[in-house]
T-cell receptor, first 109, second 116 residues
Framework: GIQVEQSPPDLILQEGANSTLRCNFS?????LQWFHQNPWGQLINLFYIPSGTKQNGRLSATTVATERYSLLYISSSQTTDSGVYFC???????????FGKGTLLTVNP | DGGITQSPKYLFRKEGQNVTLSCEQNLNHDAMYWYRQDPGQGLRLIYYSQIVNDFQKGDIAEGYSVSREKKESFPLTVTSAQKNPTAFYLCASSIRGGGQSSYEQYFGPGTRLTVT
């Protein structure tokens, strides 16, 4: 099945800084999602982005399917951005999302 | 207010007891999923269902059982055969299930199960 690797595993920022999170996947995909897991464990959908670029406020994401990677950009980070960011992908006729191990982001005031 | 609800939020059980986790959705989605998350890890698929009265095992189905009698509901039973049941359990749904087309999955708030 598809392998998903995220980097970096941990990231510490000062409020206001920008950051880039990376997701590499091992095969072609027809689904690529980015999630933010809040302190209560809820997975918040950030982007559904099997290819191309999308933006939502301070967040944007780009997936280059031919090169098998996706990037999540966070600009002007805030303390509320803290948490774990997961990338998950699905390929072929598979039914499940395969998750990476996540990036733990800490934004300090 | 459409969404996925899971209950209870926290659940404590003694070893050897079966326990059932609830998952309900009012999004009119055909497909539903159960994932398990262990500390510091991503999610792993336990079971999924593409349609009522049908479900398939995921990667870690041993010690779990499910039913799908209604479109809105997909309860998960953690049986005494599950060797390490303490975990965070998340339910998800999507408009459709597998196939070459792909559909965004949405997640419920999760249930934290502790077995002692």
């Amino acid at each position: 099945g598809i392998q998903v690797e995220q980097s970096p595993p941990d990231l510490i920022l000062q409020e206001g800084a920008n950051s880039t999170l990376r997701c590499n996947f091992s095969d072609s995909v027809n689904n690529l999602q980015w999630f933010h897991q809040n302190p209560w464990g809820q997975l918040i959908n950030l982007f559904y982005i099997p290819s191309g670029t999308k933006q939502n406020g301070r967040l944007s994401a780009t997936t280059v399917a031919t090169e098998r990677y996706s990037l999540l950009y966070i600009s002007s980070s805030q303390t509320t951005d803290s948490g774990v960011y997961f990338c998950a992908s699905r390929g072929g006729s598979n039914y499940k999302l395969t998750f990476g191990k996540g990036t733990l982001l800490t934004v300090n005031p | 207010d459409g969404g996925i609800t899971q209950s209870p939020k926290y659940l404590f059980r003694k070893e050897g007891q079966n326990v059932t986790l609830s998952c309900e959705q009012n999004l009119n989605h055909d497909a539903m999923y159960w994932y398990r998350q262990d500390p510091g890890q991503g999610l792993r698929l336990i079971y999924y269902s593409q349609i009522v009265n049908d479900f398939q095992k995921g990667d870690i189905a041993e010690g779990y059982s499910v039913s799908r009698e209604k479109k809105e509901s997909f309860p998960l039973t953690v049986t005494s055969a599950q060797k390490n049941p303490t975990a965070f359990y998340l339910c998800a749904s999507s408009i459709r299930g597998g196939g070459q087309s792909s559909y965004e999955q949405y997640f419920g708030p999760g249930t934290r199960l502790t077995v002692t």
